[in-house]
């Protein structure tokens, strides 16, 4: 297999002397870091895709484990995920954070039911095992988090 021939930005050590350029080291050590990733990824087998997004490994998973299952089934899963895909659909997998997840699982609690995030985080947790077992992620970020409980709304008290 062929490799093609990367370079690494190091930082230079300072001389003293004026360089001309207001530059710091910080450029390189981003350069390094962006080439750095995808390299421990290749070595650990994940195929690092940019363009691969949540919207279509939902769509992935739908259409591979989940292909079998009934008709409501499919149809309740969907349902179920369609507004998580809303919020984060066109997010690249390889950039979702942990972060991100809990912040649209917080923001689908507003108007959905404890069952319902809870049932949405537990088939994203699915799916990304899922692009995880195919080697299009490193690691699984919405396990990490745990689903938010929906706080009731503010009424009368119980007799």
């Known amino acids: 297999m062929y490799w093609p021939l990367v370079c690494r930005a190091e930082p230079q050590p300072k001389t003293g002397k004026a360089s001309g350029s207001s530059a710091s080291p910080q450029p390189g050590r981003r350069l390094s870091e962006k080439i ?20 279509q490994a939902v769509e992935d998973w739908l259409g591979g484990p989940m292909a079998d299952r009934a008709g409501k089934t499919l149809s309740t899963q969907r349902d179920i995920l369609a507004p998580l895909t809303e919020i984060i659909g066109k997010r690249p997998l390889r950039e979702l954070e942990a ?23 537990a088939s994203f947790v699915r799916i990304i095992t899922y692009t995880q077992a195919r080697g299009l992620v490193g690691r699984n970020v919405v396990a990490l988090i745990k689903a938010r409980r929906h706080s009731p709304p503010a009424g009368r008290a119980s007799r």
């Open 99 to 121: 972060d991100e997840v809990s912040k649209a699982l917080i923001k689908l609690a507003v108007t959905r039911s404890t069952r319902s995030i809870r049932d949405t985080r």
């Open 36 to 55: 750095e990733k995808p390299r421990d990824g290749l070595a650990k087998g994940i195929r690092w895709s940019a363009t691969h997004c949540v919207e």
